[in-house]
């Protein structure tokens, strides 16, 4: 008996030489293969967590940690926008406060027009 020939006409499944000896697909048995090493490695790791006390499920500290947590960065939140409008309000009095200067400038200007700002005689 003659061992089976990869040749497109005598395949098994017509694929034209990308069949193995047993009929099957190298990539589709590689993919199987990598499926079931990835799920003996979840197995694996899953077994190894319940060896250290790490628990999978989530219990009430689990629950209420996460929670802290979001009140937490909510709170965050909450105090930089506060920040930011205070800082906005501060922008806003000291714009106030420099168109204030710029009038009482223009002002003095009109009072004194010979006058040039920094030149100083002692």
Known sequence: MSSPSTTPSSSPYGM???CDITGNIPEL???????KNA???REMQTYMMALDGIETEADEQDTLFTK?????V??????????VRQYTQFLTLL???????????????CLM???KPGSHSF
């Open 16 to 18: 034209g030489g990308l």
């Open 29 to 35: 048995a590689g993919s199987i293969f990598q499926t």
């Open 39 to 41: 799920g003996r490695k």
């Open 68 to 72: 802290l947590c979001i009140e937490t």
């Open 74 to 83: 909510h709170s965050s939140y909450l105090a930089a926008q506060n920040r």
């Open 95 to 109: 714009k106030r406060e420099e168109d204030a200067w710029a009038q009482r400038a223009s002002r003095a200007c």
């Open 113 to 115: 027009p010979d006058y």
